[in-house]
């Protein structure tokens, strides 16, 4: 059964950062692409970065240069560094497994995803 669990969220000032993890289990975590996706607050779901698996990295441009997306591959977890953070990065942000290798940009093509972990921008 595959797992995801996310975890590092939590309420930060404008310009702060957060380090987001996602737990994976139940696959070969190494095989397939990784990605963020975002939720805000009475908006649909927005894509934010992609990892696939040789390790290349995709951002949306509303969070390029200053989030970071990778994988430890070894401890079956991706990661997502969020710096200089703004009140409109406030959201519900979630892990999501590939269908293959190949990450896609487009949510509906993911159907595995964690339980989300909250980031709050706000002063």
């Known amino acids: 059964e595959v797992q995801l669990v996310e975890s590092g969220g939590g309420l930060v000032q404008p310009g702060g950062s957060l380090r987001l993890s996602c737990a994976a289990s139940g696959f070969t975590f190494s095989a397939y692409a990784m990605s963020w996706v975002r939720q805000a607050p009475g908006k649909g779901l927005e894509w934010v970065s992609g990892?696939?698996?040789?390790?290349?990295?995709y951002y949306a441009n509303s969070v390029k240069g200053r989030f970071t997306i990778s994988r430890d591959n070894a401890k079956n977890t991706l990661y997502l560094q969020l710096n200089s953070l703004k009140t409109e990065d406030t959201a519900m942000y979630y892990c999501a497994k590939g269908p293959s290798g190949v990450v896609f940009i487009t949510p509906d093509v993911y159907n595995q995803w964690g339980q989300g972990t909250q980031v709050t921008v706000s002063s």
């Open positions: 990892i696939n698996n040789g390790g290349s990295t």
